[in-house]
């Protein structure tokens, strides 16, 4: 059994050998490997100390070296190398109180969340599988390594990390992993928000986002926000959500769609989401509902509230989720879009032939007054296209 480990990352390995250390990648990349799936990084693990590693690689960076993580760079890529460790009692549900390093690598994975997380490898000695990981990805089972209740004791997150690792490989739980995640579910309390976002967004990101419901079913949402619960009691149909591009504004969106704006911005507020993801989800939710008419100056005027991409995801969001009866409708209005654009329509104010500029030129005081103004030409303009010439403009300015 090989892995084909990327040049970089066995280049690492090497040094650390020559070094007379252990060295082996470790966890997601092993799995995906196995699973032939792209791994999004690879984890080397290491017997040597950090202050060894710094030592040995002369381009490093400490981005955990409290955990015993060194960022190593080379040839271009970043990889984290971390000190085989065991991990202390949790503190916070999440960060363990203390760790302590260990030359030992079955010790190293005994910490780790998952058996299918918990297998190293390196050329020199193949795969390393002391808790049956192998096996669990044949029978595409979760299981935590050793008693799983004591494990979602330790770290509360991992019991929606469960949840996401299912929803991304299709796989389900083991019993004994199902039966401890009910009975630890509170613990999710302790956990900070910003983990939760970035599980449950890797959830609505995965091959089956419908798994969302998992997360309402093994009664967990009630420990991560008030707001993000009473979501569950309005959701829609979760099987849906996966006909939509996996894109994080897009599929918050799906989940959230029957939400009103303003809970909407709420949840995803107390989740911690990015500013510009909350808005773009705020502008779906609102305007998915709103069927267009096959008529260009509305369609105009609701292009030229949004940018050209999140109006084509508008569209894609109405013909999910809108209705039969219009989907005629929305054939037509996305005909006139495409022409909108083809003909270079101005649906931007930037784009008007008529500055503010032109009209204090034209002797009109600064102020307030030239914004309306604008405005106003600008409606004219959405209405009709042709109006967008700077005489017919100036003239129209001045009966206003
Ligand atoms: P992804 O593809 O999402 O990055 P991953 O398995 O690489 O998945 P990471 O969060 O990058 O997940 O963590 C890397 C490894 O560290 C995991 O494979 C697992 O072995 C270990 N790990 C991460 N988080 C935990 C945790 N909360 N408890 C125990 N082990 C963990
Ligand atoms: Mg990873």
């Known amino acids: ?77 970043a990889y984290e190398v971390t000190t085989y460790r065991i991990d202390g009692e949790y503190e916070d549900g999440r960060h363990p109180k203390s760790v302590e390093f260990t030359g030992n690598l079955i010790e190293d994975l005994k910490r780790r969340d998952f058996t299918i997380n918990a297998m190293a490898y390196s050329d020199r000695d193949g795969l390393v599988d002391a808790f049956d990981g192998r096996r669990d990805l044949d029978k595409k089972i979760i299981r935590c390594v050793g008693n799983a209740k004591d494990r979602f004791t330790e770290d509360a997150l991992r019991i929606l990390r469960a949840i996401r690792f299912s929803a991304q490989l299709g796989f ?12 630890i579910a509170p613990n999710m309390e302790k956990v900070s928000r910003e983990r939760i976002q970035v599980e449950l967004t890797k959830l609505l ?49 799906g989940f959230l769609r029957s939400e009103g704006p303003e809970e909407a911005v709420l949840i995803l507020r107390d989740l911690k989401l990015d500013n510009e ?15 267009m008419p096959a008529d260009k100056p ?21 013909k999910i989720f809108c209705p039969k009866s219009y989907q005629e409708t929305l054939i037509k209005v996305e005909q006139y879009a495409e022409e909108i654009i083809e003909n270079g329509d101005c649906i931007r104010l930037k784009d008007m032939a008529v500055t503010g500029r032109d009209l204090i030129g034209a002797g009109r005081k600064p102020g307030p007054g030239i914004g309306k103004v604008l405005e106003t030409l600008f409606e004219e303009v959405l209405k009709n296209p042709e109006c967008n010439n700077r005489e017919y403009l100036m003239n129209l300015a ?3």
């Not at 490093?60 to 890529?77: A, E, F």
């Not at 993801?277 to 069927?291: A, D, R, Y």
Request: net charge negative; hydrophobic share 40%; with cysteine.
């Open 277 to 291: 993801t909350i808005s773009q989800v705020k502008t779906l939710v609102t305007l998915w509902k709103q069927e």
């Open 398 to 400: 001045e009966r206003l």
């Open 1 to 77: 059994m090989k892995i084909q480990v990327p040049e970089a990352a066995g280049k690492i390995i090497e040094q650390l050998n020559i070094h007379g250390f252990e060295a082996y990648v470790v966890g997601g990349c092993v799995r995906d490997s196995l699973l032939l799936r792209t791994p999004e990084d690879w984890d080397i693990t290491t017997s040597a100390k950090p202050e060894q590693v710094k030592e040995i690689f002369s381009r490093t960076v400490d981005t955990g070296i409290q955990h015993g993580t060194v960022t190593v760079l080379m040839d271009g890529g």
């Open 298 to 318: 509305v369609i105009r005027k609701v292009m030229s509230g949004l940018s050209p991409k999140l109006f084509q995801d508008l569209l894609c969001f109405q």
């Open 172 to 183: 389900d739980m083991e019993e004994e992993t199902r039966k401890a995640i009910a009975v």
């Open 205 to 253: 990101l995965s091959d089956h986002p419908e798994q969302m419901a998992a997360v309402y079913e093994n009664g967990i949402a009630p420990y991560i926000s008030e707001h993000f619960l009473a979501a569950g009691e309005r959701m829609g149909e979760t099987g849906t959500i996966k006909l939509l591009p996996a894109e994080k504004h897009m599929r918050w969106s």
